[in-house]
């Protein structure tokens, strides 16, 4: 590792730790030309294979961003948004694979979509899965139904300005 400050290829390692729930190192540095002492962080690059056989590195803020697109309008916090985007890294990284499919991304943000936005989770999977007519959306909105089913009684959501309640 070459020393920030004077650039000599050769840096001595004083501490390591573990951060980010384990798949981080962070290393604490001496230089024996300056000394001068400097941090460094250690992470595994997880590559994402794209459909055009470009792999490049797996970004969370560009799951964030896709998914921020399919929410426009809907009551989905910025919070929520990085939880999202937290579960599918850790889904991804769970893997143990250096190298994984954009369509496995894809996959693996729907459930956690699901469960955020019914709304927005059809939005995304509607572009994602190509849907092509209205039978597809019906298909998965009888999927999320039964599945809503599965779980227990939905809750009732009060009627808000502007809403007419229907009985």
């Known amino acids: 590792m070459h020393c920030p400050f004077c650039r000599k290829p050769d840096s ?6 573990s951060a980010e729930d384990g798949s981080a ?3 604490r540095r001496s230089c024996p030309q300056c000394e001068r002492r400097f941090t460094t962080q250690e992470t595994v690059l997880l590559m994402v294979a ?3 056989g470009v792999t490049e590195p797996f970004s969370r803020s560009k799951i964030v961003a896709g998914v921020r697109r399919a929410c426009q309008g809907r009551p989905v916090t910025e919070d929520e948004l ?10 991804i ?3 143990g ?3 994984v499919p954009a369509h496995e991304i894809g996959l693996a943000i729907l459930g956690p979509l699901r469960e955020l936005d019914e709304v927005t989770y059809l939005h995304f999977a509607s572009v994602y899965r190509g849907f ?3 039978a597809d ?5 009888e999927l999320l139904r039964a599945g809503r089913e599965r779980s227990g009684p939905e809750q009732e959501r009060p009627a808000e300005d502007g809403e007419e309640e229907l009985g």
């Open 97 to 99: 694979v250096a190298e």
């Open 25 to 27: 190192i962070r290393r």
């Open 50 to 52: 794209k459909r055009s």
């Open 132 to 134: 092509e007519s209205l």
């Open 12 to 17: 001595r390692v004083i501490d390591s730790r």
């Open 93 to 95: 990284r769970s893997q």
């Open 82 to 91: 990085a939880q999202l985007g937290q579960r599918v890294e850790e889904e």
């Open 137 to 141: 959306f019906e298909k998965e909105i």
